[in-house]
């Protein structure tokens, strides 16, 4: 059994190993960084960055607010911007480490803790390209070692009790400024608080660190609250329409395979450990673990990213109770098994990579996919193709844009200055709007979640460019509509190839005037 540690007698930080799994880390996402192109959801978020508020329809401002830095220090560009998830990720390596250390861990704990972080399939597909995911892996883990470290401090509020619980309040506050589902994290370790370390919530602790969180919250609460509650709205829509059922142990299933499967003895043993071990001092954890999966899946369409973020903390806890084991058997018995562990986690996390990033061409990574029986998937309710949507929505691009050059190049001088580009979803309007800046387009307007708040801008319907849609869908809206050439890519979603690109002319209304025809949050 581990013993408890005080602040002063705790092991050392193996800095050097964390040190080394996070350099590691980095050389892979950045050989991936630039393969297949764009994210989708990247160029909507580069869109929302020039758009700078206390909140968006998908989501709360912080990611955007980080974007919208690094756009002004080093422009608009892939390198500058997937660099951001990358560190993200190196600190999530680091922060478990220091998780591992504090549930009593040395140094083979914490690199065994930060090693299985580093071959998590799903760990690689979000550090992977920008989004508040990124900062969502992190911020969880640094939440839980926040709390340990308030715990540690005990009831009585001492200075430096209060800042632990300050410091908490911190984490939890840009939490929920990067995304609402901090709520369920904030809900899990309430419970688990109330369940094994109730003797805390007397204390101002707990209390301090919520205050925090909120103050920190409210000014995103506010443009909800001034906004009519879009997310409500966008959460409702997203739920019932855009996301796939999953079975509850479908659900399990794919947690597994997302964490790596090696990784599986870990953290289940974490949190097995955490249930039972140490006179439940640590059963907080396993409380608010059990408390999220539950939410999760009784919601039956939650994706399987959703629960990543708790995992790092079971990861430490495993890692530590197993390092502690080890340092009870003889010393050969050591030495063969901590190299067994080891390489059959880089093993394991060299054979799966390939399904979370790009480190092979698009067509070897298809006869690669075949070989393992990993076949096309999403979570949500759309067709495939060849690749599974986090690769395809990083084709088509390019296509699309030169498909509404080609558009607008058809155009007389007259028409060109007054025509306006509509894309069907966010990702179609973000594309063309960012690479299609330099060929002369003007920025694209669309009615899916954000965009519709920012409204049609100075577009009087007289000349458009439509990308997608059916001739059926918009000659009641105009008085011509014409064909004016095909956006197509092989690896594209389905629903984004063989896309018609449409001059429509002679909108009947103005485009104000129908806006609310256009919206859909999801």
């Known amino acids: 059994m581990l013993t408890d540690r005080t602040e002063t007698d705790r092991l050392p930080l193996a800095f050097l190993p964390l040190a080394l799994i996070a350099i590691a880390k980095l050389a892979i996402q950045l050989y991936a960084l630039p393969h297949y192109g764009w994210f989708r959801d990247e160029f909507y978020y580069q869109v929302c960055a020039a758009h700078p508020a206390l909140g968006y329809v998908d989501q709360p401002p912080l990611s955007i607010w980080i974007l919208t830095g690094v756009r002004a220090l080093f422009g608009e560009n892939l390198w500058s911007m997937r660099l951001v998830p990358v560190l993200a990720g190196m600190v999530t390596v680091f922060v478990t480490g220091q998780l591992a250390r504090e549930f009593g861990g040395g140094a083979r704990a914490q690199t065994l803790a930060a090693l299985a972080v580093l071959v998590a399939p799903v760990y690689l597909a979000l550090n992977h390209h920008y989004s508040m995911n990124a900062f969502d892996l992190m911020l969880w883990p640094l939440a839980f070692l926040s709390l340990a470290r308030a715990l540690r401090h005990g009831t009585d509020p001492t200075p430096g009790g209060v800042a632990a619980w300050v410091a908490l309040g911190l984490v939890l506050g840009l939490g929920l400024l990067n995304k609402i589902s901090v709520l369920w994290l904030l809900g899990g370790l309430g419970l688990g608080l109330l369940v094994a370390r109730r003797e805390f919530l007397p204390s101002p602790g707990p209390w301090i660190a919520l205050g925090v969180a909120v103050l920190l919250f409210a000014p995103h609460l506010a443009w909800q609250m001034t906004s009519d ?294």
Request: include cysteine; hydrophobic fraction near 45%; proline fraction near 6%.
């Open 229 to 522: 509650w879009p997310t409500i709205e966008f959460i409702d829509h997203a739920t019932r329409e855009k996301m796939a059922p999953v079975a509850a142990g479908e659900f399990i299933q794919d947690q597994i395979m997302s964490m790596n499967p090696v990784t599986l003895p870990l953290w289940l043993g974490g949190f097995l450990w955490c249930l039972f071990a140490r006179k439940g001092q640590w059963r907080w954890v396993a409380v608010a673990f059990l408390a999220i999966a539950a939410l999760l899946i009784a919601g039956s369409r939650s994706r399987t990213s959703y629960l990543s973020p708790v995992y790092p903390a079971l990861i430490a806890a495993g890692a530590a109770a197993f390092g502690n084991l080890l340092d009870r058997m003889h010393a050969t018995v050591r030495w063969v098994l901590t190299p067994m562990v080891a390489g059959a986690l880089i093993a394991s996390g060299v054979i799966l990579a390939p399904l979370a990033i790009p480190v092979l061409p698009v067509e070897q990574y298809i006869a690669y996919a075949k070989k393992l029986g990993a076949e096309p998937s999403t979570d949500e309710v759309k067709e495939v193709g060849v690749l599974p949507q986090h690769y395809a929505d990083m084709y088509g691009w390019d296509e699309l844009t030169a498909a509404v050059v080609a558009a607008r190049d058809s155009l007389g001088p007259e028409e060109r200055e007054r025509v306006c580009i509509f894309g069907q979803n966010y990702g179609e309007a973000g594309a063309v709007t960012i690479l299609g800046r330099d060929r002369g387009l003007p920025p694209a307007i669309a009615g899916h979640n954000n965009y519709w708040l920012w409204g049609p801008g100075t577009c009087d319907g007289s000349v458009m460019i439509i990308i997608g849609g059916d001739y059926e869908d918009h000659i009641d809206a105009f008085e011509s509509v014409e064909a004016a050439g095909t956006a197509t890519s092989r690896y594209a979603m389905p629903y984004e190839q063989d896309l018609t690109i449409w001059v429509c002319r002679g909108l009947k209304r103005s485009p104000l005037e129908i806006w609310d025809r256009v919206k859909h949050y999801d």
